[in-house]
Structure formats: C-alpha cells, structure tokens
C-alpha cells in the first residue's frame, strides 16, 4: 500500500514540475522579482538580483562559513572560530551563498510561499558548488521533515533539491532516513537544547541501501548551527559510511570579534 502510494505521490510530482515547466520557462523573467531578462541571463535572475547575492568563495574547509576576520591577529582558516570546541561527525559542509536578507527571501519565498519552481535554481547553484569542491560520491540523501510538518507545507525542500541534484549527476538520491519526532524550532534552543531535542530524532529505513563505506551527500537548503545535519551524520557513520558531505544552498558569516 505504503509503495503504491509513493508511486502516486512521484507521478504527482513529475506532472507538477511538468507543469511549473510551462509557467515559469527558463529565462523569461527574473525567478526573484519578475522582471524581464535576457535568455542567457545566470540561473534565470536578472542582474540587480544576481548582484545582491553573495557567493562564497573561500570558507572554513569544516563547517563551509564564509570567514570575515575583522581584527589584526592572524587566524588559522583551517580551523575557524564556529568550529572551535565543536564535534562534528560529517566529513565537511559546503554552501554556497551567504544568508542574508536578500538571500532569505529567496529561500523563504520558495518554503513558505510554495515557489517550488525555484528548487532547479537552487539545485543548478549547488552542483557547480559540488564539481568546484570536487566532491566525489556514491548517494544523494537529504533531511527529512516530520511528517507533520509535510502534510502542511506539501513538499520537502530538501528533497527537492536533491531530485534536480539527482538528475544532474546521474546518482541515485536514497530517502531512507526518517524523522521520528516532530522537533522545535532550533534556533531558539541553546547548544545543549539543541542537541538534546535531536538525540534519537532521527532513525534509517529498515530497507535501506547497504550504506557501508560510500561516500554520500546530504543535502538542506541552510546551514545554521548544524545541529541537524551533525545528527543525522552520526547515525549514518554508525552505519559505516565512508565520507559525509553536507551540501547546502545558505550559511551564515562567521565574523572573527575585533
């Protein structure tokens, strides 16, 4: 029953994105403020909106955050002051944009506005990231959303991201972790707090691929704290796999204090 009804839901989803298709062609209009542009215009923007996002070129090889060091001390970037004192299970993050308030509308509008249509453009962002990084991997998983959660929104950002990923590198995007329990908002919780509302959050699919020593990408459309990602990155090395990834489409700056 559970697979006739996945059927349904991604021949649902194909015809939706046959039909975003049709209404949002490529390079008609500018995907953020529908202003007219010119066909060989970058990921459908038109240039005052490609200019207001800032791409991040270099970063913490660890936690992917732009660095901006504001005093006169020298700094190790290998190690930026985010990551400092932190355990993280995943190998390496990488974003490609810093969130700022232009950047956040571009995301929310595609979240909570059901722009869906806007996840290829993201998706496209994100593989030239990925071949730039020289990231090589075997999978495609992505955060879950509690199904709570889902049913309201309809869609799972990530996952949709990870569908346009998919198709770009020929490799299989794997839904096999699940999300137990429908957690708080964790950018109001405490470092403490934030890791105690995630253990044991999320779980994998008793028929899961064999995971063990493949080198995965796990894709979100921001990066904060880390927390999630870090959790769902314990899970999957217990289940040995090799290199984790995480890919996401936004992070914050990491400001060294003056």
Do not use: W
């Amino acid at each position: 029953m559970n697979s006739h009804l996945k059927k349904l839901n991604d021949i649902n989803e194909c015809m939706t994105d046959i039909f975003l298709d049709l209404i949002y062609p490529n390079n008609i209009s500018c995907i953020i403020c529908n202003k007219p542009i010119n066909k060989n215009n970058t990921y459908s923007m038109c240039k005052d909106c490609f200019d207001e996002l800032h791409f991040i070129l270099d970063g913490c090889i660890k936690c992917g955050k732009p660095i901006i060091n504001c005093s006169l001390e020298e700094h190790d970037i290998d190690e930026c002051s985010y990551c400092s004192g932190k355990e993280f299970h995943f190998d390496k993050a990488i974003s490609c944009i810093e969130y700022n308030d232009f950047s956040k509308k571009m995301i929310f509008g595609f979240k909570y506005s059901n722009k869906t249509y806007m996840s290829r453009y993201i998706a496209s962002i994100m593989k030239e990231k990925i071949i730039l990084e020289e990231i090589n991997f075997d999978y495609i998983l992505f955060v879950p959303l509690h199904k709570s959660r889902l049913k309201k929104r309809g869609f799972n950002q990530a996952y949709k991201i990870a569908k346009y990923l998919s198709k770009e590198f020929n490799i299989p995007v794997l839904d096999c972790i699940v999300r137990k329990g429908n957690t708080k908002r964790l950018y109001k919780l405490r470092k403490k707090e934030r890791k105690d509302e995630l253990r044991d959050a999320f779980i994998l699919k008793k028929n899961k691929i064999y995971l063990e020593e493949q080198n995965i990408i796990l894709v979100d459309d921001i990066f904060t704290t880390g927390a999630t990602v870090n959790e769902i990155s314990r899970i999957l090395k217990l289940e040995g796999v090799n290199l984790i990834t995480v890919s996401t489409f936004l992070t914050g700056v990491n400001t060294f204090s003056c």
